[in-house]
């Protein structure tokens, strides 16, 4: 984690593709066995139809790192993977999947639901063990994780100023009233922005939440983080001279979405 030491962020770049084990099934939709009439048809082949419009604007290019939930079936009903099975959202960079599940993702905007039929010339072409034929997913789009937020540059007229130069704004509320102290252990997801918007490290799109010392992190992640209660999710500015002091990258301001998970 880089708050605590120096580590890159890191992610695998992974394609769909079929799961080991028995995950529950999902029936099948209606038209799976062929796209219907009033689905839409890219030059490449892809169908698609919205099943439920989405409420961003902004989407995906493929360099854009996503968080989605999908379930896959052939065309004769049998559910050959899905993340809604499995309880957990799957994150992947947009190019990393196959060539029709990256072109539905682009035509999406966050929130919306749409069903995709891939051609297997968009899907894996005749791979042996990856599902043969052509494909059906229904996916939704829950969002771009590696996206800054819009007010990244510069803390909004709403944010709240300690003496130290910490800035900071609540975007969801937590529970119960008990705030860590700096000699806590805290769980957290995050993600840190610098403020040209590039992201530099993220526990969202690993998957997996990090667990550290509050006292041995960056001066700001330790006030900030006593700001909050368990459950709340909160962006930070962070001054340099409360985070690397110009010794080291990640330079500047920073800027972090942090959602308290536990208190230890």
Known sequence: MRLLAASAFVLASIALSAQTGAPAK???PPDVAAPPADAVKTASGL??????PGTGHDHPTP???VTVHYTGWHTDGAMFDSSVARGTPSIFPVKGVIAGFGEGLQLMVVDEKRRLWIPESLAYKGQVGKPAGMLVFDVELISMPNRAPADVKAPPSDAKHTPS???YKALSDGVGGRHPKASNTVTVHYTGWTTDGKMFDSSVTRGQPTTFPLDQVIPGWTEG????VEGQKMRFWIPESLAYKGQSAPYGMLVFDVELIAIK
């Open 225 to 228: 983080l006593q700001l909050m």
């Open 165 to 167: 130069g910490l800035a």
């Open 47 to 52: 169908a698609t139809k919205v099943i439920k």
């Open 63 to 65: 360099t854009d790192l």
């Open 26 to 28: 999902i029936a099948p």
